[in-house]
């Protein structure tokens, strides 16, 4: 006999507890934020987490490209616009997050075309990330959209380097940070409406335990981008380094 399906603020408190999970724990991520990072490790970081923001406009425009409803990709294209910045507009907070994440690498020391030329993404997080990608295109629009939710928890993460970063590495320009402070904002209004659709589309046990796999599997990719840095630049193995120092990895052509 099939198990009864949860009541939605159940649901919500499933969802939620997935927290437990999130990056945020990592330790390559508790050592960023406890001041136990190298500038290598910080600007390691940053530039394999560019691939991550320069692929979620992508991420949204298939979500979009997949679903029928217009009020939700109304709704849904500020998430792109967030990002990738309004047309026109090049005061500070409208340029967009991958501007601003542009910025901030600078703000670590990081040369910014070497940043747009992704050619320090290491292969784990390029892999991971392409997944996440790949399965927005593939999926439902709802079921997409709600393993977005694991920005139910990236207030704490954005606010957490704003109050422990300029105090442990202040080598790192304060104009860098602007990105964390706008994601405060704009992650909890994400978090409104992806939960709106997810509590209305999963209605029945099953259903709701096929979202909290999905929410699971955005939580692995998050996690094993981490797992590949930590490889690279805490243990010092990366890849390929038992035959050779060079950056020997492919650079995401199209295979």
Same mark, same amino acid.
């Given at each position: 006999?099939?198990?009864?399906?949860?009541? $939605? @603020? !159940?649901?919500?408190?499933?969802? #939620?507890a997935k927290g437990a999970l999130y990056h945020i724990h990592h330790p390559y991520h508790r050592?960023?934020?406890?001041? /136990?990072?190298? /500038?290598?490790q910080i600007q390691g970081w940053?530039?394999? &987490?560019?691939?991550?923001?320069?692929?979620?406009?992508?991420?949204?425009? @298939?979500?979009?490209?997949?679903? $029928? +409803?217009?009020?939700?990709? &109304? !709704? *849904?294209?500020? #998430?792109? %616009?967030?990002h990738d910045g309004v047309p026109g507009?090049?005061?500070?907070?409208? !340029?967009?997050g991958i501007e601003a994440w542009l910025r901030l690498a600078e703000a670590v020391g990081l040369d910014r075309e070497q940043?747009?030329?992704q050619e320090l993404v290491l292969p784990g997080v390029r892999?991971?990330? +392409?997944?996440?990608?790949?399965?927005?295109? /593939?999926?439902s629009w709802q079921e997409a959209a709600?393993?977005? %939710?694991?920005? %139910?928890?990236? =207030?704490?993460?954005?606010?957490?380097? %704003?109050?422990? *970063?300029?105090?442990?590495? =202040? *080598?790192?320009?304060?104009?860098?940070? +602007?990105y964390f402070r706008n994601r405060l904002s704009q992650a909890r209004r994400d978090v409104e409406h992806g939960l709106r659709i997810t509590l209305e589309h999963y209605r029945t046990r099953e259903a709701q335990e096929?979202?909290?796999?999905?929410?699971q599997f955005k939580l692995d990719v998050l996690w094993s981008m981490l797992d590949a840095m930590s490889m690279a630049y805490e243990l010092e193995r990366p890849p390929y380094h038992t035959v050779t120092a060079e950056c020997v990895w492919h650079r995401g052509i199209a295979l």
């Open positions: 006999m099939s198990q009864a399906a949860m009541t $939605p @603020a !159940e649901f919500e408190q499933a969802l #939620r050592a960023m934020y406890e001041g /136990r990072a190298t /500038r290598e940053v530039a394999n &987490r560019f691939y991550y923001q320069v692929n979620i406009p992508l991420k949204d425009a @298939a979500i979009m490209a997949n679903c $029928p +409803d217009r009020e939700t990709r &109304r !709704e *849904w294209i500020q #998430r792109i %616009l967030d507009v090049a005061t500070s907070g409208e !340029e967009g940043v747009l030329s892999f991971a990330v +392409d997944a996440y990608v790949n399965f927005a295109r /593939r999926a709600s393993s977005s %939710l694991t920005e %139910l928890f990236a =207030p704490t993460i954005h606010q957490s380097r %704003l109050d422990a *970063w300029p105090q442990h590495y =202040p *080598w790192i320009d304060a104009a860098g940070y +602007d096929r979202m909290l796999n999905i929410l």
